[in-house]
């Protein structure tokens, strides 16, 4: 990205305001003012760049949410057998029981492979403008499909995954349920959508920052609201903001000072990878940041364990902020308050394979599929 662009970058996340992304200013779903009135100078600046997390998911287009569907990808996101292995699961790489993450640098995938990026967490990302770093899947029926055909993931293709979910009676007659009036409702599409609708409802509302939004202003202490003052004021929330806090456009990493080689990979180029624009070289997705304090480690590189030494680092290589100790353990301490309250989701008991299901297959070299990039 040019330096000119630099600059508007840096000039509009230093006015504390977004750039390539508005704020919103009252929850999904919801009508301007629907939020209590509230007098406090730092809760009215907060509503005007973030909003709390509904405690209800969104519509989805295109893919209204049901019991039967949402159920139904419930057990999908659980199932290992859509891996060629029988081994790997949505929940290996987004555990549900670790804020959505699996708390390593980056995935171990089929044949003990690692992959390329830090996987994201699953909760709350239904609100992210694009899936993946980069955002090459445009919502979350998309990015299902990606893992299961990636060799280095979950190494499937979409006919044996198709193959294996038609062997399996139970799965036949759910699919029915959740896609009514379809005259072939198990496609690879249909399981990405019912995946879609389960992970839809992964929200973590009623964290103390969404109270204080509410207008409970106790809900945050004296050092964490100093640290949203700052998070306001240097510019943190020109990429951070929004319902997610994050998610809502693409920046460069970088636009200051380049991290070291380890954080930012100089052979992962983000974005450029998706767009082939030379200005979207070293440019990624906003990671959100709601359950951060749950989710390390940070970054794509997945390079950083502590919070502190992350907010060190984004002062420095976007803001070209040098944060005193003080204005650091500020930051992290609104960054904990975060933390909402975590969905409950009771396992759910499979249906067994037939004979006509296929068996898993530990081959690095089969059954196939692409490399994610």
Known sequence: MRRDLFAVALSAMLAGVA??????????????????????????????????????????PGNPITAPKVELGKMLYFDPRLSSSWLISC???????????DLLETSVGHGWQ?????????LNAVF??????????????????????????????????????????????????????EADPVTFENMARAIEAFEATLL??????????????????????????????????????????????????????RPDADILPPDDKGRY????????????KSPSLRNIALTPPYFHSGKVWDLTEAVRIMGAAQLGAELTDDEVLAIVAF???????????????????????PLPDLRVNGPGGAKAP
């Open 19 to 60: 750039w390539g992304c508005a704020p919103e200013a009252s929850p999904p779903g919801g009508e301007p003012g629907q939020l209590p009135p509230t007098d406090d100078p730092l809760v009215q600046q907060a509503r005007s760049l973030f909003s709390p997390i509904p405690k209800d998911p969104p519509a989805l």
């Open 128 to 181: 992210n403008v694009a899936q993946f770093w980069d955002g090459r899947a445009a919502d979350l029926a998309e990015q299902a499909q990606g893992p299961v055909q990636a060799s280095v993931e979950m190494n499937n293709t979409p006919e044996r995954a198709v193959q294996t979910l038609r062997s399996i009676p139970e799965y036949v007659m759910r699919f029915q349920e959740a896609f009514p009036g």
């Open 114 to 122: 690692k992959g390329p990026r830090n996987a994201p967490t699953v």
């Open 273 to 284: 990878v998706v767009t082939r624009s030379p200005n979207d070289e070293y440019v990624f």
């Open 335 to 357: 960054l904990r308050s975060l933390t909402g309250d975590q969905p409950v989701v009771t396992y759910p008991v499979l249906p067994p394979h037939t004979p006509d299901t």
């Open 91 to 101: 929940n290996t790489c987004h555990n549900l029981g670790l804020a959505g993450v």
């Open 204 to 257: 973590t509302p009623n964290s103390p920052f969404d109270r204080f939004l509410m207008g409970e202003v106790t809900a945050l202490d004296e050092k964490q609201k100093e640290g949203l003052a700052l998070f306001i004021n240097k510019g943190c929330a020109g990429c951070h903001n929004g319902v997610n806090i994050g998610g809502t456009g693409y920046f460069p990493f970088g636009v200051v000072q």
